[in-house]
T-cell receptor
Framework: TQLLEQSPQFLSIQEGENLTVYCNSS?????LQWYRQEPGEGPVLLVT?????EVKKLKRLTFQFGDARKDSSLHITAAQPGDTGLYLC?????????????FGKGTKLSVKP | NAGVTQTPKFQVLKTGQSMTLQCAQD?????MYWYRQDPGMGLRLIYY???????DKGEVPNGYNVSRLNKREFSLRLESAAPSQTSVYFC??????????????FGPGTRLTVT
């Protein structure tokens, strides 16, 4: 069974601080997605990484896929209150049932002004 | 574009009652999915439909049925609701294709309570 473990589960920081969220597995994934979910809403796709070692940047957010495609990290620089939300990583296995994503349980981020 | 829409937003049922959750997407996506989200459990796939006319079980299908009515609409039915089905239900859709199928677009969710 493929599992994705996210750490930390909860993170509360002050505006302007930097942070890193981790997503780890013992399984290899063909691709990995990061989603952000705000209270009362559905997850929104932030990025997809597919190549081992790949780094993608989205403004102050930097996403990295591990060389072995088993782990990923999300780094936020100078966090802002608008970054508050639940960050979910999700892995896809192209050899499995198409579209079946395995989700981590999420990291709940709170950025205080 | 409205994206993925779900109705209702909230619902309270008594044990044993039935109901259908509706989902529609206007992005011309082939694939659609139903998930449930529970505290501490993350998002779990209930059923999915890779294309119109096909449906397959996901990780937690027991107690649910689905219908892919047409390319736009994918409904989830609870025939006899149980308290264990209290959850937030999300519908999602994606384009066809090996990589695109994993980039899913979610609706706003239906918050269901079964008493």
């Amino acid at each position: 069974t493929q599992l994705l473990e996210q750490s930390p589960q909860f993170l509360s920081i002050q505006e302007g601080e930097n942070l890193t969220v981790y997503c780890n597995s013992s399984s290899v994934f063909s691709s990995l997605q990061w989603y952000r979910q705000e209270p009362g809403e559905g997850p929104v796709l932030l990025v997809t990484v597919v190549t081992g070692g790949e780094v993608k940047k989205l403004k102050r957010l930097t996403f990295q896929f591990g060389d072995a495609r088993k782990d990923s990290s999300l780094h936020i620089t100078a966090a802002q209150p608008g970054d508050t939300g639940l960050y979910l990583c999700a892995g896809g296995d192209y050899g499995g049932s198409q579209g079946n994503l395995i989700f981590g349980k999420g990291t709940k981020l709170s950025v205080k002004p | 574009n409205a994206g993925v829409t779900q109705t209702p937003k909230f619902q309270v049922l008594k044990t044993g009652q039935s109901m259908t959750l509706q989902c529609a997407q206007d992005m011309n996506h082939n694939s659609m999915y139903w998930y449930r989200q529970d505290p501490g459990m993350g998002l779990r796939l209930i059923y999915y439909s890779a294309s119109e006319g096909t449906t397959d079980k996901g990780e937690v299908p027991n107690g649910y049925n689905v219908s892919r009515l047409n390319k736009r609409e994918f409904s989830l039915r609870l025939e006899s609701a149980a308290p264990s089905q209290t959850s937030v239900y999300f519908c999602a859709s994606s384009e066809e294709g090996l990589a695109a199928a994993y980039e899913q677009y979610f609706g706003p969710g239906t918050r269901l309570t079964v008493t």
